[in-house]
């Protein structure tokens, strides 16, 4: 039987009296497109947070592969295949795109904290630039990331976060921000994201959700609410009532 990519059984987070994850629990097999939906305040965040290992969460389990990554801090869930973005943008906005992806490479190297040059022929510089080319970027390479657009931030930040070859990649609100024009290209690159590649994106918006995922899981309260192909979760009562009816 094939492993699941991710495990989640029980999983609870509380802060404090506010019990923000309740009881959450789902399999994302390998490769699965998998988008995690809700209002504000559904514990989308906090969920994605226990699994990249930000907080660990008050109760449950979580598996990567069939390990248990439960009790693992983020840099040992990164090395063990996690990779991720981050609602706050950690890239380094007077460098340009090419070093920016450069570093992301080297990130994961013993001699991480040694930022030199690259190199002519460099095995992270080729691996930098594979990264731009999959990202759409190459004609963006020596630009400074300060005069990017917002969408082409974000499309480098999927970029930085695919740099330690994660099998697993973690995107939160990828789309939050963009304007209608740079979403299609977002759309675009995560649908040409090689299947060897388990998608778990927590998204608010359901148009990018629904076209992006294979499966959504639809939050409210902390809770799993409901948990359907994208064609079934447009029309379910509960989803509807949940964006309709004054909880978006
Ligand atoms: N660090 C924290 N300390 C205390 N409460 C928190 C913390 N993080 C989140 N919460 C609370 O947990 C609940 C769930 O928040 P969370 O950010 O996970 O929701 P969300 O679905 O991601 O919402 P949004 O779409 O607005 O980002 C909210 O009531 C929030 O105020």
Request: proline share 6%.
């Amino acid at each position: 039987m094939t492993q699941p990519a991710l495990r989640l059984a029980g999983v609870s987070r509380r802060f404090g009296a506010l019990q923000a994850v309740r009881d959450v629990s789902f399999d994302v097999m390998p490769g699965e497109r998998r988008a995690v939906l809700g209002p504000n305040g559904a514990g989308k965040t906090t969920l994605f947070n226990t699994i990249c290992g930000d907080y660990p969460p008050t109760a449950g389990s979580i598996a990567l592969f069939g390990e248990d990554i439960t009790g693992l801090r983020p840099h040992r869930r990164t090395r063990m295949g996690i990779g991720r973005t981050y609602q706050t943008s950690l890239l380094f906005n007077g460098l340009t795109v090419l070093d920016n992806l450069f570093i992301a490479v080297r990130g994961l190297r013993p001699n991480r904290f040694s930022f030199l040059r690259p190199a002519r022929g460099d095995a992270g510089l080729a691996k930098a630039r594979e990264l731009a080319e999959r990202m759409r970027l190459s004609h963006l390479l020596g630009t400074e990331v300060l005069n990017l657009s917002h969408g082409q931030r974000r499309q480098l930040e999927v970029g930085m976060a695919l740099a330690g070859d994660p099998r697993l990649l973690m995107l939160d609100e990828p789309a939050a921000g963009l304007s209608p024009g740079d979403r299609p290209e977002l759309l675009r690159l995560l649908r040409e994201l090689p299947r060897t590649l388990t998608l778990v994106l927590i998204e608010h918006d359901m148009d990018i959700a629904l076209p992006a995922a294979d499966i959504v899981t639809v939050m409210k309260d902390g809770e799993v609410v409901v948990e359907a192909t994208p064609d079934r979760i447009a029309q379910d009562p509960v989803v509807q009532a949940i964006y309709l009816g004054g909880g978006h």
